[in-house]
């Protein structure tokens, strides 16, 4: 059984930064990509950046030189560092870990940025 615990989100002004992490425990083979994706009301979840185990990153133009990917692969827990936010940026985000043609996710993490 995988679990992912988030945590981090909050609530920032615009022009601020904050750090989601995400946990993951269970059986988790050595090869695996975790990442985040993020899904505002009424709007579809869409990919915020993902790496791979082995270093592979991929993002969003939307959050390129604003918003750093990073992984501590002995925990199995990935950071998402964001800075300079903007009121868009608000959404609940989720973490997902991807081993094989498995898919688990997070429960969310609220991010709010207020303008």
């Known amino acids: 059984q995988v679990q992912l615990v988030e945590s981090g989100g909050g609530l920032v002004q615009a022009g601020g930064s904050l750090r989601l992490s995400c946990a993951a425990s269970g059986s988790i083979s050595s090869y695996n990509t975790m990442g985040w994706y993020r899904q505002a009301p009424g709007k579809q979840r869409e990919l915020v950046a993902t790496?791979?185990?082995?270093?592979?990153?991929n993002s969003a133009d939307s959050v390129k030189g604003r918003f750093t990917i990073s992984r501590d692969n002995a925990k199995n827990t990935v950071y998402l560092q964001m800075n300079s936010l903007k009121p868009e940026d608000t959404a609940t985000y989720y973490c997902?870990?991807?081993?094989?043609?498995?898919?688990?996710w997070g429960q969310g993490t609220q991010v709010t940025v207020s303008s």
């Open positions: 997902k870990l991807r081993v094989g043609i498995f898919d688990y």
């Open positions: 790496k791979t185990n082995d270093g592979w990153t």
